[in-house]
């Protein structure tokens, strides 16, 4: 995965999470789910306000 870091999810454990995870139903689906998924662990392991979680393209 490039520019994965050191917190972010391995592949093997997104092959077990993955699969786990709803579809989208209705609404816009998500353009990638392993760095939302990867975004909300930051944000739950260093607590930091949501405003401050960004993704690389910011």
Do not use: K, S, Y
């Amino acid at each position: 995965m490039d520019g994965a870091g050191r917190h972010d999810l391995t592949d093997e454990a997104w092959a077990v999470i993955g699969p786990l995870l709803p579809a989208t139903t209705c609404g816009r689906p998500a353009r990638n789910l392993r760095r939302q998924v990867d975004g909300i662990r930051h944000r739950v392991r260093v607590g930091c306000p949501w405003r401050e979680v960004r993704t690389a393209t910011h």
